[in-house]
């Protein structure tokens, strides 16, 4: 059997080493990779590796569809817009904030297009299990992005059924933002794990839709500008909701307040207040590195303190352990 037609994205002779795995004072395993940072006005800072080859955003792209169901008549302010860009560990709390977008809404659960999941949270899942309940739609860590969907297409008398298909209004609706944001057209477009249509996108048009987002205000006089504005008071005022307890994203907008947003495959976006800007693909599609090189990254610019990345870096799950005690860190290893 022949195999099947890909479009060809990053070349690994075009990555660089972002991070390293050290061991024992042995460098065990090395995450390549490339990153972009940006000032907020989208002048180049640094790139690292190839930044102009399209990669898929994956829940990094959450933020354009959530400003496009804001800028289709939904208002989402506060917890209700975090969750509609949320990847969430699927805690009851994220799950009533979920079905609380779909009851206002008159949307049915049974209407979520995303698969059913467990909670990624331990101790969620646990309580489901001593309730005899199983997985279901409503945990999975997309199912506020699909919430905020449905609600989209009740408020416009779009279909429900079918609104995750690239030719339905919300769908071009989402591409026109994606365009308008990053300032490039998508180069191909996929199916996310969750369902969702996601757009092939550069680096560079990434980290620039991002740093249009995040330094967005509610006070704009224009519409979208505004609703970008409160989608990014949102995050950065509620990062339990857009991640969950002790996970890296909750971490970094708790503690340093930034912009951030992780999406699979080793995909990190990250901006400070002053709008720099950093988005990174990590090659193998492995994340237990994505934080650090990112927050790192920032440090260099000067957007950020490097003192305080070190006082985070204990939280963000990076030591190597041997026979129950640490023995080794995952760190930047750029140049």
């Known amino acids: 059997m022949a195999a099947a037609s890909v479009t060809e994205t990053f070349a690994v002779g075009n990555a660089v080493e972002l991070a390293v795995v050290e061991r024992s004072g042995f460098v065990e395993s090395r995450h390549a990779g490339s990153a972009v940072v940006l000032r907020a006005d989208g002048t180049l800072i640094r790139a690292l590796g190839d930044v102009t080859t399209p990669i898929f955003p994956r829940s990094s792209m959450k933020p354009f569809q959530a400003i496009a169901v804001m800028a289709s008549g939904v208002t989402l302010r506060g917890e209700d817009a975090a969750v509609a860009t949320a990847s969430h560990s699927g805690t009851e709390k994220h799950a009533t904030l979920a079905r609380g977008l779909l009851s206002r809404a008159g949307v049915p659960e049974s209407a979520l297009g995303c698969p059913a999941a467990w909670p990624d949270d331990t101790a969620s899942r646990d309580a489901l299990v001593r309730l005899g309940a199983g997985k279901a739609p409503i945990y999975m860590n997309c199912s506020g992005k699909h919430a905020a969907m449905l609600a989209a297409c009740a ?51 990434l980290a620039r839709g991002i740093a249009r987002i995040a330094t967005s205000k509610s006070s704009s006089p224009f519409a979208i500008y505004r609703e970008a504005g409160f989608l990014a008071e949102a995050v950065r005022s509620n990062g339990w909701v857009i991640a969950g307890p002790g996970m890296p ?87």
């Open 155 to 205: 408020q416009n008398d779009w279909p429900l059924a079918g609104y995750l298909d690239p030719e339905h209004p919300l769908q071009k609706r989402i591409l026109d933002v994606v365009e308008r944001f990053t300032g490039e057209r998508p180069a191909a477009s996929g199916i996310d794990g969750c369902g969702a249509p996601v757009h092939a996108l550069s680096l560079t048009a």
């Open 249 to 335: 994203d909750t971490v970094v907008i708790d503690r340093l307040g930034l912009f951030i947003k992780t999406g699979a495959e080793g995909i990190m976006v990250a901006s400070a207040d002053d709008g720099t800007t950093v988005a990174l693909k990590i090659l193998d599609g492995s994340l237990r590195a994505a934080t650090i090189v990112a927050l790192s990254l920032l440090a260099d610019a000067g957007a950020i303190a490097r003192s305080d990345v070190d006082a985070l870096a204990p939280d963000l799950h990076l030591a190597v352990s041997g026979g129950g005690r640490q023995v080794g860190e995952i760190r930047a290893s750029y140049i």
